[in-house]
C-alpha cells in the first residue's frame, strides 16, 4: 500500500493543484460560450437598433420636404414650430448617428454614411429662417398695431424693421429658386413697407417727454383728439384719423415737449443733487466745539447750479417752469447767503473765543465776556445739533437756526467792535 507523510488538508491542496487545469478548462469552455452568447445579443440588439434609427431618420428627412413646401403667412408661428422641431430631430440624430458608428466599430462593423442628416439640416435652415422671419412679422405687427400706443417704443421700433428687412435679404438670397418662399418674403416686404410710413408718426406721438398740456395743444392745433388709455392703439388711431397731413404739426408739438423735459430734469437733477448735499465738519482745537469744515464743494455746487438756472431761465422751453425756476433760484440764494453768513459768524468766533474766556477780558470787560458766554453756549448748540443732521436741505430749511445765526453775527459783531474800542482807548 502507498503510504505518505502529508497532512490531510496538504493533500487536499495538492489534488486541487492537480485538477485545476482540468477544471479551468471547463471554467473558460463556459464563459466563452457566455460571452458569445452576449455578443450575439449586442449584436442583434445593435442592428434592431441601426434599423429603427434608420426609420426615424427617413421620417425626419420626409419632414423636411413637408416643411419646405409649407405656405400661408397666416400659419407663420405654427410653420416655425414644425421646422424648428424637425431641426431640433435632426440635429439629435446627427448626435446618435456617432453614437451607432461607434459601436459598429467596437464589433468590427462598417461605419454607416449619415452625411445625408446634416444636408438635410442645411436644406432645412432657410426655411426655419423664412418661417421664424413671417412669425416674427407677425408678432410685431400685432404689438405695433393693436398693443398700448403711448408704451411703443419708436427706435426700437425702427431698428426691428431695418433688421427684418436686412433678414429678408438674406433669405432671398437662399430660396431664389422657391416660389412660395418668396411669395411669402414679398407679403411680408409689402406689410413692411406699408407699417413703414407710420414711423415718423410714432417718433412724433410715442415720445415719453409728452403731457397732457402737449396732448391739449395737439387737439387744438390739429383737431385730433388723444386721450391717453391703455385701450388707445395705433390702429384706432388710423382708422378714426388721417393722421398724415398733420405730422408736421405733431413734430413741432413733440419737440417742443422733449425741450420741455429737458428743462424738468435740468430742475430736478438740481433737487436730487441739493438734497445729497452734507455739510462736513470738523472741530475747534481749543475747545472741540463742532465746526463747519471748507465748504469749497458745496459753494461751488450751489454757483454751478446758479448757472445753470441762469441758462434754463433764459430758455424758450422754460415758461411751464417759470415759476419753479423762480422758486428754485430764490432757494439757492437763500442758501448761500445762510453758508456764507456762517462762515462770518465762525470766522469771528474763532478768532473772539480765546480772548473773551480769557480772566483778563473778564475782569476788564464784564458786560462783553458775559453776553460772549451766552453766544458760545448757543453757538455750541447750534453747531451739535446741525452736526448731528448734517443734510444741507435739513438745515436751509431751519428758520429758526437761520435766526440764530444772524442774532450771533450781530452779537459777535458787537462784541468785536467794544472790544477794539477798549484796546484803541487802552
Same mark, same amino acid.
Given at each position: 500500500a502507498l503510504r505518505h507523510n502529508l497532512t490531510d488538508r496538504e493533500a487536499h491542496i495538492r489534488?486541487?493543484?492537480?485538477?485545476?487545469?482540468?477544471?479551468?478548462?471547463?471554467?473558460?469552455?463556459?464563459?466563452?460560450?457566455?460571452?458569445?452568447?452576449?455578443?450575439?445579443a449586442l449584436h442583434a440588439t445593435l442592428l434592431e437598433e441601426n434599423d429603427t434609427f434608420d426609420s426615424r431618420v427617413g421620417e425626419a428627412v420626409r419632414e423636411v420636404t413637408k416643411v419646405t413646401a409649407l405656405s400661408g403667412l397666416a400659419a407663420a408661428a405654427t410653420h416655425a414650430q414644425t421646422a424648428a422641431?424637425?431641426?431640433?430631430?435632426?440635429?439629435?440624430?446627427?448626435?446618435?448617428?456617432?453614437?451607432?458608428?461607434?459601436?459598429?466599430?467596437?464589433?468590427?462593423m462598417e461605419s454607416?454614411?449619415?452625411?445625408?442628416?446634416?444636408?438635410?439640416?442645411?436644406?432645412?435652415?432657410?426655411?426655419?429662417?423664412?418661417?421664424k422671419h413671417c412669425a416674427l412679422w407677425l408678432a410685431h405687427s400685432a404689438?405695433?398695431?393693436?398693443?398700448?400706443?403711448? =408704451?411703443? =417704443?419708436?427706435?426700437?421700433?425702427?431698428?426691428?424693421?431695418? #433688421?427684418?428687412?436686412?433678414?429678408?435679404?438674406?433669405?432671398?438670397?437662399? &430660396?431664389?429658386?422657391?416660389?412660395? #418662399?418668396?411669395?411669402?418674403?414679398? *407679403?411680408?416686404?409689402?406689410?413692411?413697407?406699408?407699417?413703414?410710413?407710420?414711423?415718423?408718426?410714432?417718433?412724433?406721438?410715442?415720445?415719453?417727454?409728452?403731457?397732457? =398740456?402737449?396732448?391739449?395743444?395737439?387737439?387744438?392745433?390739429?383737431?385730433?383728439?388723444?386721450?391717453?388709455?391703455?385701450?388707445?392703439?395705433?390702429?384706432?388711431?388710423?382708422?378714426?384719423?388721417?393722421?398724415?397731413?398733420?405730422?408736421?404739426?405733431?413734430?413741432?408739438i413733440s419737440q417742443h415737449a422733449t425741450r420741455e423735459h429737458e428743462v424738468e430734469q435740468a430742475l430736478e437733477r438740481m433737487t436730487i443733487e441739493l438734497n445729497a448735499a452734507v455739510l462736513p465738519f470738523t472741530y475747534h482745537a481749543q475747545s472741540a466745539c463742532p465746526l463747519l469744515a471748507p465748504l469749497t464743494q458745496v459753494l461751488e455746487?450751489?454757483?454751478?447750479q446758479q448757472i445753470v438756472l441762469v441758462g434754463l431761465r433764459a430758455s424758450p422751453f422754460v415758461a411751464h417752469f417759470a415759476a419753479r425756476a423762480a422758486s428754485w433760484g430764490a432757494r439757492l440764494s437763500k442758501v448761500? *447767503?445762510?453758508?456764507?453768513?456762517?462762515?462770518?459768524?465762525?470766522? =469771528?468766533?474763532?478768532? &473772539?473765543?480765546?480772548?473773551?474766556?480769557?480772566?483778563?477780558?473778564?475782569?476788564?470787560?464784564?458786560?462783553?465776556?458775559?453776553?460772549f458766554i451766552e453766544v458760545d453756549k448757543q453757538w455750541r448748540a447750534?453747531?451739535?445739533?446741525?452736526?448731528?443732521?448734517?443734510?444741507?436741505?435739513?438745515? #436751509?430749511?431751519?428758520?429758526k437756526a437761520s435766526s440764530q445765526l444772524r442774532a450771533h453775527e450781530r452779537a459777535l459783531e458787537a462784541i468785536d467792535n467794544e472790544l477794539n474800542a477798549f484796546i484803541d482807548r487802552k
Open positions: 489534488w486541487d493543484l492537480v485538477t485545476l487545469p482540468a477544471r479551468l478548462d471547463g471554467r473558460i469552455e463556459r464563459a466563452k460560450a457566455t460571452y458569445k452568447r452576449l455578443q450575439n422641431a424637425v431641426d431640433e430631430e435632426l440635429r439629435v440624430c446627427e448626435s446618435e448617428a456617432d453614437s451607432i458608428n461607434r459601436h459598429r466599430r467596437l464589433f468590427s454607416l454614411d449619415y452625411a445625408f442628416i446634416s444636408d438635410a439640416r442645411v436644406s432645412l435652415a432657410p426655411y426655419l429662417r423664412l418661417w404689438d405695433w398695431y393693436d398693443g398700448e400706443f403711448l =408704451r411703443l =417704443r419708436p427706435a426700437d421700433i425702427a431698428a426691428a424693421v431695418d #433688421a427684418m428687412r436686412a433678414d429678408a435679404a438674406v433669405i432671398a438670397d437662399s &430660396l431664389r429658386d422657391s416660389p412660395s #418662399a418668396m411669395q411669402m418674403l414679398a *407679403e411680408v416686404g409689402a406689410q413692411l413697407d406699408a407699417f413703414a410710413p407710420n414711423l415718423p408718426l410714432l417718433a412724433a406721438l410715442c415720445n415719453p417727454a409728452i403731457r397732457a =398740456r402737449h396732448w391739449q395743444r395737439i387737439a387744438e392745433a390739429t383737431e385730433v383728439v388723444v386721450r391717453p388709455s391703455p385701450e388707445l392703439t395705433l390702429a384706432s388711431l388710423l382708422s378714426t384719423y388721417d393722421l398724415g397731413p398733420h405730422l408736421t404739426k405733431f413734430e413741432r455746487m450751489l454757483e454751478a448761500d *447767503e445762510m453758508l456764507r453768513g456762517w462762515e462770518r459768524v465762525q470766522a =469771528r468766533w474763532v478768532e &473772539l473765543q480765546p480772548v473773551c474766556t480769557s480772566a483778563e477780558l473778564r475782569a476788564q470787560l464784564p458786560q462783553s465776556a458775559s453776553a447750534l453747531m451739535a445739533a446741525s452736526q448731528l443732521y448734517p443734510k444741507l436741505v435739513h438745515i #436751509a430749511a431751519d428758520e
